[in-house]
């Protein structure tokens, strides 16, 4: 996997270490980390915390919709592996669809039990050690146990390849249970004991933070944010959403700040130029947002929004050879929206007016 220029997301928290330490990790690598999704995502890390915080419902929906956008995801594991963290297991030749073949398996219910480390390799090849974890798993399913309660009771053993010797069980379809000779006991239970590592606060705020925003409690999302920055002073997208807080409130000179601090901490953070060049173009600033809007289109030349907006700008300001240029590079990128439309009828306009000024003189 090459790892020079790599854009990585992260979807929950991590069990192994905080996110700002990932963070630190992935830069060594040459590659950069922010916490959530931007049009510049390559990759995305599932942390498995994430099993604690959602339902098996909303992650599938974060699944697909991430699938579906062509990102590649990545499991905690596989993320440790990348950064050369945690040894790869003994290698097999075992593919995904022989696994899928033996265990009887749905490759819906494989793929993600996979994508939280359910299994030994976190990838092709699989083992053989794979191969009898997924036939168990697959009897789980089959006992009525969701493939969330697989995952989310297997890691409370230790390694998941010591589940191999253990007789599984589903309790519900939210439960495992685990029997041996002597005992049978719940994987969540108090015979095997959790591996937890210690609390990061400002994966807790974060997540309070987002929910407080999507309430539409802009004032108490914007406080939480901030808390997230002062743990993490390198959290770029904290300030990008403190910024959009900010925005809803109505208190424009607090959000250019945040704005200004998340291009600070991340100079290529593109949709954080786009959305300073909307609130400087709200306050009559044109100057400034062509600059940012510019900037944008700099970083990412295919922004389809960020060209339109710049081609709306300039037609407004009465730059109508620049406006038709923006909004035919647009034309490139969509041809089928009503803002496509727009731009179509908008290019005819200026055409008029162009042909009419030739012909007048």
């Known amino acids: 996997m090459a790892q020079g220029g790599v854009t990585l997301g992260i979807v929950g928290a991590l069990r192994a270490f905080p996110q700002r330490l990932a963070a630190r990790a992935v830069t060594t690598r040459g590659g950069r980390l922010r916490r959530g999704i931007t049009r510049q995502t390559q990759r995305v890390v599932f942390g498995r915390k994430l099993l604690d915080k959602q339902s098996d419902a909303e992650i599938e929906v974060r699944i697909e919709t991430l699938r579906d956008a062509g990102i590649k995801l990545i499991s905690e594991n596989g993320f440790l592996r990348w950064l050369h963290l945690l040894d790869a297991p003994e290698q097999s030749s075992m593919t995904r669809a022989s696994l899928l073949e033996q265990s009887k398996l749905s490759a819906h219910v494989f793929d993600n039990l996979a994508l939280f480390d359910a299994f030994e390799h976190d990838a092709e090849p699989f083992s053989f050690r794979d191969l009898i974890l997924a036939k168990k798993y697959a009897g789980l399913i089959a006992g009525g146990a969701s493939w969330g309660a697989v995952a989310r009771s297997v890691h409370r053993s230790g390694p998941v390849a010591s589940l191999t010797a253990l007789s599984l069980h589903p309790g519900s379809s939210k439960s495992i249970y685990a029997a041996d000779a002597s005992s049978r006991s719940e994987l969540d239970g108090?015979?095997?004991?959790?591996?937890?590592?210690?609390?990061?606060?400002?994966?807790?705020?974060?997540?309070?933070?987002?929910?407080?925003?999507?309430?539409?409690?802009?004032?108490?999302?914007?406080?939480?944010?901030?808390?997230?920055?002062?743990?993490?002073?390198?959290?770029?997208?904290?300030?990008?959403?403190?910024?959009?807080?900010?925005?809803?409130?109505?208190?424009?000179?607090?959000?250019?700040?945040?704005?200004?601090?998340?291009?600070?901490?991340?100079?290529?953070?593109?949709?954080?130029?786009?959305n300073y060049a909307a609130l400087l173009r709200d306050e009559g600033k044109t100057g400034a947002a062509r600059t940012h809007l510019q900037r944008a289109i700099a970083i990412d030349a295919k922004y389809a929004d960020a060209i339109y907006n710049l081609a709306s700008l300039e037609f407004d300001a009465g730059n109508l050879p620049a406006a038709r240029e923006m909004w035919s590079r647009y034309l490139e990128l969509d041809e089928q929206s009503e803002w496509a439309k727009t731009a179509t009828r908008g290019i005819a306009f200026i055409d008029l007016k162009l042909n009419a000024v030739k012909t007048a003189g």
């Open 190 to 274: 108090q015979r095997l004991l959790a591996l937890e590592p210690a609390e990061d606060d400002s994966e807790e705020y974060f997540a309070l933070a987002e929910a407080a925003e999507g309430s539409g409690l802009f004032a108490e999302a914007t406080v939480l944010y901030a808390r997230c920055l002062a743990l993490d002073p390198t959290d770029s997208v904290a300030a990008f959403n403190r910024a959009n807080c900010f925005r809803a409130l109505g208190e424009a000179d607090e959000a250019a700040s945040a704005y200004a601090l998340a291009i600070k901490i991340d100079p290529a953070f593109v949709e954080a130029w786009f």
